[in-house]
């Protein structure tokens, strides 16, 4: 009996980073045999960012495995129910439930250090009058909330390099839940201060994925990318059996 075609692994980047925030698991995976795309997340509000990484994945022929970090888990909560997704994985995520948004989950749990760090600033909206808003993390705070086990210097980097999130994104309700068709991995930070990794837990009991828990920082890629594509490795092994 032939085994399933090898899935592309498609990686969905969170809010504050961007597709660079998986540069030392990506070798990792094409070092394994896999097929990658760390496609560009708009973070302008979860629906859109959520239909625009699902209209990439059905151009992407065969199987896929889902991969998303934080904000990203939220995305593909939504998207993975395109048919060729046949695995999820949240790292450091939000995996919400069919209509809840970011702002009720996170709200049901004690804030993280990210709460009191937060800048917003105003934006123009495309074709339509008024300001939208953009969150960031104020750049003297982000290493140590967002990426206390990475490189200083890298985090410095980062810092002044993110990629903001709309304010809509945490209002949006998911009008879906992957998690619930498609079998999931979740990985817990457990030294999250970005996230509170109780969120983490709940979402990932409540959707009764496989979990792990790694004694890491928000970015848990950069820390630890051997154990994130161990585990990515394993979502794509379950995918072919």
Do not use: C
Request: hydrophobic fraction near 45%; glycine fraction near 8%; avoid cysteine.
């Amino acid at each position: 009996m032939s085994r399933s075609p090898r899935p592309t692994v498609v990686l969905v980047h969170g809010a504050f980073a961007d597709a660079s925030s998986f540069a030392q698991v990506i070798p990792r995976l094409i070092d394994r045999g896999l097929d990658v795309v760390a496609p560009a997340v708009p973070n302008r509000s979860l629906l859109g960012d959520a239909a625009y990484i699902a209209s990439l994945v059905r151009q992407i022929p065969g199987p896929v495995v889902l991969v998303g970090h934080s904000y990203g888990g939220a995305v593909i909560t939504v998207a993975g129910t395109e048919d060729n997704v046949k695995a999820l994985v949240y790292l450091a995520g939000y995996a919400l439930e069919e209509g809840e948004s970011l702002g009720e989950l996170q709200g049901r749990f004690p804030d993280s250090g990210l709460s009191t760090a937060l800048v917003h600033t105003s934006f123009p909206l495309d074709g339509a009058a008024g300001t939208g808003t953009d969150v960031t993390v104020r750049p003297d705070r982000f290493p140590a909330i967002f990426a206390a086990d990475v490189d200083p210097r890298l985090a410095e980097v980062l810092a002044v390099s993110q990629r903001p999130l709309a304010a809509q994104a945490f209002a949006d309700a998911a009008p879906a839940a992957a998690w619930k068709t498609k079998p999931s991995w979740g990985l817990v930070a457990s030294s999250d201060r970005t996230i509170n990794p109780d969120v983490e837990r709940y979402g990932y009991r409540r959707a009764g994925m496989t979990t792990v828990e790694v004694d890491s920082s928000h970015l848990v890629m950069l820390s630890h990318p051997q154990r994130v594509a161990d585990l990515i490795e394993e979502a794509v092994r379950a995918t072919r059996d």
